[in-house]
């Protein structure tokens, strides 16, 4: 009995060994940042919206909106938000709120739309990148309710 158990598990770890790489093979071999997103519109905040992003991304710009997003939650945030919206309700949603994952991404030659979902709001954030002299930098934000 203990043998058969043995076996089994020596199966079934060797079958998750098998499906990460081919995951990872697949992944590495994908430019897009997105490798799987499931659930409405993206636009939707309305919907459940999962993502499975690839891990070999550039993520330089998803460190930057997460310094973003960590700023506009400070009581800095209007002097903040000034810069790049005139958006009012960004501060509301951001300054009452704890959690924002990164549910979408659309990476183009000269720009990039990082969209963060902020569950307790139902609500989106999406922050916009350009192509600058130094990289990508923030262009605009906006929330979508």
């Known amino acids: ?22 995951f990872l093979l697949y992944a590495s071999r994908r430019h897009e940042a997105v490798l799987f997103y499931y659930g409405g519109a993206v636009e939707s905040p309305d919907e459940t919206a999962l993502a499975i992003m690839n891990p070999f991304r550039d993520k330089a710009s998803e460190k ?13 945030c209007q002097t903040i938000v000034k810069e790049f919206s005139d958006d009012p309700r960004i501060c509301p949603v ?13 990476d183009g030659d000269s720009s990039r739309m990082l969209v963060y979902d902020i569950p307790e709001k139902r609500a989106r954030l999406w922050i916009s990148f350009s192509r600058e002299e130094g990289g990508l930098g923030v262009r605009s934000i906006s929330v979508v309710r």
Do not use: C, F, G, P
């Open 94 to 106: 951001l300054q009452t709120s704890h959690h924002a994952r990164l549910v979408w991404r659309e």
């Open 64 to 76: 930057t909106a997460e310094r973003l997003i960590a700023d506009l939650r400070t009581s800095n």
């Open 1 to 22: 009995m203990k043998a058969r158990i043995s076996r089994l598990l020596s199966i079934a770890l060797l079958a998750i060994i098998v499906l990460m790489a081919a």
